[in-house]
């Protein structure tokens, strides 16, 4: 079986824009593969300019280069088509690319850009849980000693840079400022797929990311009400309006189908 | 595979997300049709998915019309290091068996080619050396899978541009190799035979009479377009197989030469783009004419093959075609390598071409004016595509110039 397994692996070399042994593989052989790399990656960039259009807004001419490089550095490890664009925020951060295209002034927070708008699209990689939460009554959910969580469908980010507005801006239609406009400003988003399979996203402060760190695992609401004043140090003053704050952030989760019970 | 005992779907369309709607409004038309039988599905795009792809998936599910998978990213071809088949996906492999389940598939398939190397996809049906060795990787590969599915596998005859390292056999040898070792079936892309014919210079007439018919379970038509350039290299193709154009005439001729040979369980057209040339319409009137000419040879079929080809299992060598290419398989095991490359073996590849022409007396020429596409109203360029005249004895040289001319003048 080794002759096939090593002309394999030159292809390999080859797509990956490696060093091809020409023993294996002639550079007649390689410019006859050129054609089905050339393909590929015309392929991947079309894919590429719909799962990233605000990346592809900022990088417009380079690109290409960028696509054919990115195909050759980072290929797919999954059978699923679109996840070969899973690593472009980790392309976009590596300082290979940051030294390379270092006159481009491109902004610090492009990877974290990247990031999220892979994000919108992996969310759709997950199945839909068996059974999302409706009733969004208070006393439904305090009454039940039932343990809610999170559906599958949500990633939980910290960015350096206040990746929402970044996102609201680039979308618009209106001329995109000048790039370095946004300063860092750590911003903690939960993005989660709702019930109507649109992607949303809630600003997370730190009561909230705590709350959503415990219902990531699973956890009845009086057990999650009592960590919380614990762990905020919410006095016999304070706890019913915060209370009353808490029920309704859990609504508003159970509104939007982000919470299921079990 | 035992084609005797599959069912047979009839005529189908490619199920694509662009014309998810239209297919689900022509589909509850309660009116009965023979267009839209069945749908493919590429199963790799609906495994481990949720939310809205899901949902459309199960919109598709509910209209209970037969689905049959046809993969990408099995990469039948790939060989590893150490063993006499691939290492298989294994995460893939449990999500494709999981939707075969829901969907009741009645085989599965994908390209005669590789798209995994090691660990990583490379997002193209990269080709295969025609060797005895990938005949054996590939056919222990195709053993593996049908094994683990439990169900008929199919490999599909892809379109390739060029040969990667030099072939040691034919490609219809090589085909007919993998169908007699891995004992499977075969989904013939019609359009790719022509198009290979075109840019590897050979008669697909001949091509198809080479093959072992008998393992035809399913059929691929689309359409094909001039051209490609490398971006990466000084290279360029003389056509290129991308399901995004209407089915070219040549392409449905040779259809209907292959429909008069073996009868497939399913047939289906392909398209992957351009959906917005001529509309769902222009999809339809493809359909039909493929609907045309699979009832018309149909007839033709049962009276003159009394179903030799529904038994492959268990008649080695009732058909002539088929039994030659053993002989060729046969031939190529017991002198070792015997390259048989187009530019090398070109005059003993004439001789056997004459040969096969003279046998055949020619009949097949006049094959498209059978096809009666005036009697359907359809677009014109279809209805008007003249009849290729009767030719003279002419040499394989001479047919394919023609042949390639015909197609440059489209
Ligand atoms: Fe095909």
Not at chain 1, 149 to 159: E, G, M
Not at chain 1, 215 to 232: A, E, H, I, M, P
Not at chain 2, 83 to 89: A, G, M, S, T
């Amino acid at each position: 079986m080794a002759k096939l397994y090593r002309i394999q692996q030159e292809i390999k070399n080859y797509f990956m824009g490696k060093k091809v042994n020409p023993k294996i593989l002639s550079p007649e052989s390689q410019k006859e593969l050129s054609i089905y790399k050339s393909l590929a990656i015309d392929s991947l960039n079309s894919t590429m300019r719909k799962i990233f259009p605000l990346c592809y807004k900022i990088l417009q001419d380079n690109w290409n280069p960028i696509i054919q490089e990115y195909y050759e550095t980072y290929p797919s490890n999954s059978a699923i088509y679109n996840q070969v664009a899973k690593s472009f925020s980790i392309y976009l951060k590596d300082w290979k690319f940051r030294w390379k295209y270092r006159n481009e002034n491109y902004p610090k927070w492009l990877f974290e850009l990247a990031e999220y708008e892979w994000v919108e699209v992996d969310l759709f990689n997950y199945y839909r849980d068996r059974k999302i939460s409706d009733d969004s009554s208070d006393s439904n959910l305090k009454s039940s000693g039932e343990l809610i969580r999170l559906t599958k469908a949500h990633k939980v980010y910290r960015f350096d840079y206040p990746i929402s507005k970044i996102v609201e801006h680039l979308s618009s239609e209106r001329q995109i400022y000048n790039l370095t406009y946004f300063k860092k400003a750590k911003e903690r988003l939960l993005i989660f797929r709702d019930r109507y399979d649109k992607i949303r996203y809630f600003l997370l402060s730190d009561g909230s990311y705590y709350l959503i760190d415990k219902l990531r695992s699973g956890t009845n609401v009086q057990d999650l009400y009592k960590k919380f004043y614990k762990k905020f140090g919410i006095t016999e003053v304070d706890i019913d309006s915060t209370e009353a704050k808490l029920n309704d952030l859990l609504i508003n989760f159970t509104k939007e189908g982000i919470l299921t019970s079990s | 595979m035992d084609k005797s005992k599959l069912k047979y779907f009839g005529l189908g369309l490619g199920y694509r997300r662009e014309i998810r709607k239209d297919i689900i409004e022509f589909l509850e038309n309660p009116i009965p049709q023979t267009l839209i039988q069945w749908l493919e599905i590429v199963p790799e795009n609906y495994i481990y998915k949720g939310g809205l792809p899901r949902k459309n998936f199960e919109e598709i599910l509910d209209l209970g019309v037969p689905l049959i998978p046809h993969s990408v990213n099995l990469s039948i071809a790939s060989a590893s290091r150490n063993k006499k088949r691939l290492e298989f996906d294994f995460h893939l492999l449990r999500g494709l068996k999981e939707l075969f389940d829901e969907i009741k598939a009645p085989w599965f398939s994908d390209h005669l080619s590789c798209s995994r190397i090691g660990d990583h996809y490379f997002q193209e049906l990269i080709p295969v050396p025609f060797t005895k060795e990938a005949v054996e990787v590939i056919s222990n590969n195709i053993k593996f899978l049908e094994d683990y599915f439990q169900l008929p596998f199919l490999f599909e005859n892809p379109s390739y541009y060029s040969h990667i390292v030099k072939p040691e056999m034919r490609e219809t040898t090589f085909i007919n190799s993998i169908l007699k070792k891995a004992k499977c079936g075969l989904l013939l892309d019609v359009n790719n035979v022509f198009v290979n014919s075109v840019n590897h210079r050979y008669l697909p007439k001949q091509f198809i009479d080479e093959l072992d018919l008998r393992r035809v379970v399913q059929i691929h038509m689309a359409g094909h377009r001039k051209g490609y350039k490398s971006k990466l290299a000084n290279h360029e193709i003389k056509i290129l197989d991308t399901h995004g154009e209407n089915m070219r005439d040549q392409v449905l001729d040779l259809f209907s030469y292959t429909m008069k040979k073996t009868r497939p369980k399913a047939v289906l057209l392909e398209r992957d783009s351009n959906f917005d040339n001529e509309g769902f319409e222009g999809l339809t009137d493809e359909l039909k004419k493929l609907r045309f000419i699979m009832d018309s040879k149909l007839e033709f079929f049962q009276e003159n093959q009394e179903n030799t080809d529904e038994s492959a299992e268990n008649s080695e060598a009732t058909s002539s075609a088929g039994a030659i290419n053993e002989a060729n398989a046969d031939n190529t095991r017991a002198e070792g390598v015997q390259a048989q490359p187009t530019e090398i073996d070109k005059e003993a590849l004439i001789a056997q071409a004459q040969a096969s022409i003279d046998n055949a007396g020619m009949d097949d020429a006049g094959d498209i004016a059978d096809v009666n596409f005036d009697a359907m109203n359809l677009p014109s360029s279809t209805a008007e595509a003249p009849a290729p005249e009767k030719k003279e004895k002419s040499n394989l040289e001479n047919d394919i110039d023609t042949l390639s001319q015909e197609f440059m003048d489209l």
